[in-house]
């Protein structure tokens, strides 16, 4: 019998992190870590503009679009079905699939924005 977890792609890998630039990084890190690269580039960037601007504008965007990432993602089953969904929209024959595929990504990110706002 072997001690390891057994993931379930129906629950979470980790609790919601809190709309914090540290936190958002580690689960963005737990996630994929070219996304991590990402993170840490677009972090750089709001950065600059919210010092340019004077404004914390960039940075709440920046940190409400990446725990929309966190949300999507730390569910196995959801961000299998969300990467399964853009090589359907990509690759998709017709308008009404392309439409289709896409209808479920909405509904998909949703859950996701959804769960971050209720945070």
């Given amino acids: 019998m072997s001690a390891q977890p057994v993931e379930r792609p129906d629950l979470p890998l980790f609790p ?3 709309l914090a630039e540290a936190a958002l ?5 737990r996630i994929d870590l070219a996304e991590a690269v990402r993170f840490e580039q677009e972090f750089r960037d709001a950065w600059q ?3 340019q601007t004077d404004s914390t504008i960039p940075m709440r ?3 409400f679009r990446w ?5 999507l993602h730390r569910y196995p089953a959801r961000s299998a079905r969300f990467r399964e969904l853009e090589r359907a929209v ?3 024959e017709s308008q ?7 209808s479920e990504v909405h509904y998909l990110l949703k859950a996701a924005t959804d769960e971050v706002r209720a945070g």
């Fill in 16 to 18: 919601m992190p809190p």
């Fill in 25 to 29: 990084r580690a689960a963005v890190k």
């Fill in 49 to 51: 503009e919210a010092v």
């Fill in 61 to 63: 965007t920046f940190l």
């Fill in 67 to 71: 725990a929309v990432f966190v949300s």
């Fill in 96 to 102: 009404d699939e392309a439409r289709a595929a896409a």
């Fill in 90 to 92: 990509g690759s998709a």
